[in-house]
Protein backbone atom coordinates (compact mmCIF):
# COMPACT_ATOMS: atom_id res chain seq x y z
CA UNK A 1 0.00 0.00 0.00
CA UNK A 2 1.51 3.38 -0.82
CA UNK A 3 1.97 6.21 1.58
CA UNK A 4 0.79 9.24 1.04
CA UNK A 5 3.93 11.61 0.65
CA UNK A 6 2.18 15.17 0.51
CA UNK A 7 -1.30 16.18 2.11
CA UNK A 8 -1.82 17.65 -1.43
CA UNK A 9 -1.15 14.36 -3.27
CA UNK A 10 -4.13 12.44 -0.97
CA UNK A 11 -7.98 13.08 -1.78
CA UNK A 12 -8.92 13.22 1.75
CA UNK A 13 -8.00 16.57 3.33
CA UNK A 14 -8.19 17.67 7.15
CA UNK A 15 -8.60 21.38 8.00
CA UNK A 16 -6.51 21.15 11.15
CA UNK A 17 -8.17 24.26 12.39
CA UNK A 18 -11.60 22.32 12.17
CA UNK A 19 -10.37 19.24 13.10
CA UNK A 20 -11.11 18.46 16.89
CA UNK A 21 -8.95 14.88 17.50
CA UNK A 22 -7.20 17.01 20.05
CA UNK A 23 -10.93 16.54 22.17
CA UNK A 24 -10.95 13.17 21.38
CA UNK A 25 -12.93 12.70 18.28
CA UNK A 26 -11.99 9.84 16.47
CA UNK A 27 -14.95 9.95 13.81
CA UNK A 28 -13.50 9.83 10.29
CA UNK A 29 -10.94 7.34 11.58
CA UNK A 30 -13.53 4.93 12.58
CA UNK A 31 -15.96 4.97 9.73
CA UNK A 32 -13.28 4.71 6.91
CA UNK A 33 -13.76 0.95 5.75
CA UNK A 34 -9.82 1.24 4.37
CA UNK A 35 -8.34 2.05 7.28
CA UNK A 36 -6.18 4.81 5.62
CA UNK A 37 -6.52 7.61 8.03
CA UNK A 38 -5.15 8.15 11.25
CA UNK A 39 -4.59 11.10 14.03
CA UNK A 40 -1.43 12.20 14.47
CA UNK A 41 0.25 14.96 16.50
CA UNK A 42 1.93 18.06 14.97
CA UNK A 43 4.49 20.19 15.92
CA UNK A 44 2.56 22.17 18.22
CA UNK A 45 1.04 19.53 20.71
CA UNK A 46 -2.37 19.11 19.00
CA UNK A 47 -3.70 15.88 17.58
CA UNK A 48 -5.23 16.06 13.82
CA UNK A 49 -6.51 13.19 11.19
CA UNK A 50 -4.40 12.77 8.02
CA UNK A 51 -4.88 10.43 5.28
CA UNK A 52 -1.54 7.90 5.69
CA UNK A 53 -1.94 5.75 2.37
CA UNK A 54 -3.21 7.17 -1.06
CA UNK A 55 -6.29 4.07 -0.82
CA UNK A 56 -9.49 6.16 -1.41
CA UNK A 57 -12.15 4.67 -2.58
CA UNK A 58 -14.25 7.85 -2.61
CA UNK A 59 -16.69 6.73 -0.13
CA UNK A 60 -16.90 9.95 1.47
CA UNK A 61 -18.74 8.51 4.95
CA UNK A 62 -15.57 10.41 6.69
CA UNK A 63 -16.93 13.72 5.24
CA UNK A 64 -20.41 12.82 5.63
CA UNK A 65 -19.96 12.32 9.68
CA UNK A 66 -17.43 14.40 10.60
CA UNK A 67 -19.19 16.83 13.00
CA UNK A 68 -17.08 19.85 12.79
CA UNK A 69 -17.11 19.56 8.43
CA UNK A 70 -13.23 19.47 8.73
CA UNK A 71 -12.84 16.90 6.29
CA UNK A 72 -13.04 17.09 2.89
CA UNK A 73 -12.74 14.61 0.29
CA UNK A 74 -11.62 15.97 -3.17
CA UNK A 75 -13.18 14.07 -6.08
CA UNK A 76 -11.75 13.58 -9.56
CA UNK A 77 -13.40 15.12 -12.28
CA UNK A 78 -14.37 11.96 -13.58
CA UNK A 79 -16.26 10.71 -10.65
CA UNK A 80 -18.46 13.94 -10.12
Do not use: H
Amino acid sequence: MPLAQTSTTVPVIVNDDLCIADKGCTVCVDVCPLDVLRIVETDEGNKTAFMKYDECWYCMPCEADCPTGAVTVNLPYLLK
